[in-house]
Nanobody, 117 residues
Framework: QVQLVESGGGLVQPGGSLKLSCAAS????????MSWYRQAPGREREVVAT????????TYEDSVKGRFTISRDNAKRILYLQMDSLKPEDTAVYYC??????????WGQGTQVTVSS
């Protein structure tokens, strides 16, 4: 069974930065497009960023374009999300998983990101 372990969240002031990591236990990690998702209180989970498996093409949700950067290390089976210029509206629990056009693996515990002064 695939295990996803997210880390790197925390409390940060507006304008600050965080780098999230997601360790995946699946050996075939390299063949899948991967995404970061987030869920704020009272809202549905949404896709934040996606990276392909082959040429590492990235796409972003409009509100995070130019501020967030998704990347991956296939050898280590780790997905990253560099978040800069954070805003209070970025506050949410962040999760990683396969890109949504594929069947979703069991969700990990997520990592809480809180942006507040």
């Amino acid at each position: 069974q695939v295990q996803l372990v997210e880390s790197g969240g925390g409390l940060v002031q507006p304008g600050g930065s965080l780098k999230l990591s997601c360790a995946a236990s699946v050996f075939t990690f390299r063949v899948y497009p991967m995404s970061w998702y987030r869920q704020a209180p009272g809202r549905e989970r949404e896709v934040v960023a996606t990276i392909t498996s082959d040429d590492f093409t990235t796409t972003y949700e409009d509100s995070v374009k130019g501020r967030f950067t998704i990347s991956r290390d296939n050898a280590k089976r780790i997905l990253y999300l560099q978040m800069d210029s954070l805003k209070p509206e970025d506050t949410a629990v962040y999760y990683c998983n396969r890109a949504r056009e594929l069947p979703i693996w069991k969700w990990g515990q997520g990592t809480q990101v809180t942006v507040s002064s």
